[in-house]
């Protein structure tokens, strides 16, 4: 009853994460064309790799389906993880990408879109008409329904495909991206006296970004003459006004002429 419950208050803590995946369901065949066919040719394998890759390759952390089944914990992993890993990607393989799926969730708290759900919800019902139908088929011998089960497995196992967008989360997450994100410059050094040529500003002369131009000390600019140059004083300073050029005097105020100022009445 208490696992039932974690796993009720999991499944709602994740409808409130804010993340985003790098690349939705719709756009993962055009983000990496080659790992989609990949992943068609062998979904099985690709399955066992991105697990892998989503426990850091540390094997000793594996659980069966993530610990997201009841089965989990209770198959022997510790002893053998990869031959646990192998039987569960090709016995429950809907199970093995849906539980890499969770834990990527979990990780990087990534809230998944309307659109992925339909498409996630669209597969499971293919594998539950093909599971009935490969079932009807059995009973009745009917190899019509038998042909029916065969194309809606593969046309679900086609769209298991788009789980290439966990591998360019992963992709993300390591640093595999084929950009980079421009990284904050590096404290700036204050250059000294005694050095002949100042230190970079910004970025690293390794970074690739373009560098400031320093000239060689032994190309450099020619020496600041003196100033003013020899030869060339200025006249002396007279005093201001010049003499016999002085303003004419200021008159009194209000010039004569005016009338007086009337008296105003005091209040």
């Known amino acids: 009853m208490g696992r039932s419950q974690d796993k009720l208050e999991k499944m709602q803590l994740r409808q409130s994460y804010r993340n985003l995946w790098q690349s939705d369901l719709m756009s993962t065949v055009t983000a990496d064309t080659p790992y989609c066919c990949f992943s068609c040719l062998c979904g099985p394998c690709v399955s066992y790799l991105l697990r892998k890759r989503a426990l850091y390759n540390d094997m000793s952390r594996y659980t069966c389906c993530g610990g997201y089944m009841p089965c989990s914990g209770r198959c022997g992993e510790s002893k053998c993880p990869q031959l646990c890993l192998a039987t569960e990607v090709f016995l429950c393989f809907g199970n093995s990408v849906a539980s890499t799926r969770f834990m990527l969730q979990d990780e ?86 005694d050095q002949p040529i100042p230190p970079y500003a910004g970025y690293p002369p390794d970074s690739g970004y373009p560098q400031p131009y320093y000239p060689h000390p032994g190309h450099g600019y020619p020496p600041m003459p003196g100033y003013p140059p020899p030869g060339h004083v200025y006249p002396p300073a007279s005093g201001y006004p010049p003499p016999g050029h002085g303003y004419p005097p200021a008159p009194g105020y209000p010039p004569p002429g005016y009338p007086p100022a009337p008296d105003y009445p005091s209040k």
């Open 108 to 193: 990087f708290n990534i809230h998944t879109t309307q659109c992925d759900n339909c498409i996630i919800g669209f597969m499971f019902c293919l594998n539950q008409i093909a599971c009935i139908f490969s079932l009807v088929a059995c009973i009745v011998g009917s190899d019509e329904l038998s042909e029916a089960s065969q194309l809606l497995s593969c046309l679900a196992d086609m769209v298991y495909c788009t789980y290439t967008q966990h591998k360019i989360e992963m992709d993300k997450r390591d640093g595999v991206l084929g950009f980079q994100p421009m990284s904050v410059p590096p404290a700036q050094q204050m250059s000294r006296i």
